[in-house]
């Protein structure tokens, strides 16, 4: 299967630290890809990198066989790719609904002056916008909650708003930012069985995380990054006995200390 997200050979740096050096990998379509290592690995710098936050000084990054290197967010939406963040980026003085409704801004067809004078097309394609944000807070169980203000939201609710407004355009690929930092166990396997939900729809996930557990119960395929250098890309089995994984987090050679599971021992030395 031809990748849908082709990373090749991207450098950046932030003065004179290398974040990110002649890392390359790929992720398919309908697929989940994992980004793993500690703080300060560059996982989120190659997030940024692909999603038009940055602009990295080397390398390129193609989507659909075509160069994205650069653009803005806002024209990736339109392409079909989306993010959530590390940090939450939701508007807390409006509704649920109307944060989820913000997804769809970059993929709209009328223009200011339509929507200045309320002209019958731009109501027509408010409504659409309107459905269309509601049917995304319906599959992630929040529909009942569309109208409250989404600072009234828990912090884990207000996760699956983000997720909602990523998902409500239907893009191809969503990059995920540790979605499931701050949440409880009991939200992190509900949010769990939602990636492994929108994966079956056939979108394709790439997503940043800590929690090793869930990467490797839930990812096809794992990359690995080390001080901005990928150094390993597999299945999850694969990577919890790929030899330079276990040397560089575990400070052993073939297999984890005895009496210990992989991916408990690698998110202890995430930590």
Request: glycine fraction near 12%; charge should be positive.
């Amino acid at each position: 299967m031809e990748p849908l997200l082709k990373v090749e050979a991207l450098d950046m740096s932030f003065g004179g630290v290398q974040a990110l050096s002649e890392v390359s990998f790929s992720a398919l379509a309908g697929r989940i890809t994992a980004v793993i290592g500690p703080n300060g690995a560059g996982k989120t710098t190659a997030i940024n990198c692909i999603s038009g936050v940055y602009r990295p000084q080397g390398g390129r990054v193609l989507f659909g066989g075509q160069a994205i290197t650069g653009l803005a967010p806002h024209v990736l939406a339109r392409q079909g790719l989306t993010r959530t963040f590390q940090n939450l980026q939701v508007f807390t003085n409006l509704t649920v609904l109307e944060n989820v409704m913000v997804g769809l801004h970059g993929v709209t067809g009328k223009g200011f002056v339509s929507a200045m004078l309320r002209l019958p097309g731009q109501r027509a394609e408010e409504r659409r916008i309107r459905a269309r944000a509601l049917e995304a807070l319906t599959f992630l169980g929040l529909a009942a909650r569309a109208g409250l203000p989404a600072g009234q939201l828990s912090y884990g609710d207000r996760k699956r708003v983000e997720l909602a407004r990523a998902l409500v355009a239907r893009p191809k690929l969503v990059l995920l930012d540790e979605p499931v930092a701050g949440l409880n166990p009991a939200e992190t396997e509900e949010m769990g069985r939602v990636l492994l939900e929108v994966r079956r729809q056939g979108v394709g996930l790439l997503l940043v995380e800590h929690d090793m557990s869930l990467v490797m119960r839930v990812s096809d395929q794992v990359v690995v990054l080390h001080f901005g250098r990928q150094i390993a890309q597999g299945d999850p089995q694969a990577i919890q006995r790929h030899p330079e994984v276990l040397r560089t987090y575990l400070g052993c050679q073939d297999q984890p200390p005895p009496g210990v599971e992989p991916a408990i021992a690698l998110e202890a030395a995430h930590a």
